[in-house]
């Protein structure tokens, strides 16, 4: 079966097609072809996503992305389809907010053969809903021009399921044990989710305030680093540590002892903004203040996973979402993990699936065919929805 599957939940636009062979949990999978265009350039100078134009630019950025990802996989063939005027008029009705991309998806249909896919998987939540909406529309007017149905999936399965695909290098997702514990930390988000079986999810602790991406993207910020800040932190505390930079002030380590699985990471940002007010920090001094922070958060986050795991019994930790790009967080829970327990499998995905892709959301959406949890619905009960709930 090969899904195509359609990522606009923030500021990547991604289209992938992946081949599954066999059944999920099973399947072994072939990415065919891949295609993912980042905004991050255009995003920088607002310091963080800005709303509008990154729906305007997955507007752009889709039918060219859908095009080289079928390329790639060798499903691209040229043909003249005349779209009777019933479809022409679907397809301009369900794209009227953006008549870009109905021109360049309606050029396309006009001018290639339906390719030998089978589903559409697309990112219906959580995101920031104006750029949902853009893929959703967009894998409803494939659907409605192709005859296929769409999945919707939730963009936080696709995190989890993205860190234990190929970690055994063979194609496959890793045979979890269960109960398993998914630490997810990205911009929008930071859950602890418990795993009692596939595609059982249960929410047992998360933010009560900023993302620790979020965080790391606002301290970033204050030390005059761009957008993304995650990367450019890391960077420079690990220059920090090579150097063994004394400390810089003192940060808290926010909600460590709260006895229960929440997060809370803005008092850690306004605790740099004072450390650093009204200074100027030099490069060395912003290394440290960088090292500081991560050094917080990642004691942090070991702490939370590890009384997740107490609590629950959990033979699996999961890491995913775009913090677990970290090189820095990822050696610390290995080592911390490794002592605590041996027996316990760690997994962080493997380079290029921590960030938002759309390989993640084919897994995910061959996991929701398995689970058939909601049956494929009508094409218009689809909605994109910003806040869409994972447990
Ligand atoms: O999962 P993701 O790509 O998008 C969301 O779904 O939010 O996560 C993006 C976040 C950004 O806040 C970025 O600063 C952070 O992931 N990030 C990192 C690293 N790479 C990306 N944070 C820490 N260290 C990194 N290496
Ligand atoms: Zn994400």
Redesign the pocket.
Known sequence: MKILSIET??DETAVSIIEADGDFPNATYTLLGNSLRSQIEMHREYGGIFPSMAKREHAKALTPLLKLALEESGLLTKGENKMTPEMTAKLESLLEREPELFDTLANFLRTHDKPEVDRIAVTSGPGLEPALWVGVNFAKALALAWNLQVIPVN?MEG?VLASIFDADRDNQLSDLQFPAIALLI????TELIKMEAWAKYEKIGSTRDDAV??A??KVARLLGMPY????E??KAANEARKKKLPEYHPLPKPMLNSGDLDFSFSGLKTAVRYAVADKKLSEEEKQAVSRDFEDSVTEVLIKKAEKAIEQTGAKTLIVG???S??GHLRQSFNSHFLNYDANLAVYFPMPGL???NSIMIALAGHAKMAASLSPEGALNSIRADGNKKLA
Do not use: L, W
Not at 228 to 231: A, F, I, L, V
């Open positions: 939940s923030a963009h995190h990205s911009g929008g988000h991406g979020e790391f993207d993304p800040g995650g990367p932190i890391g979402g775009g913090v790009a970290s921590s960030t938002d």
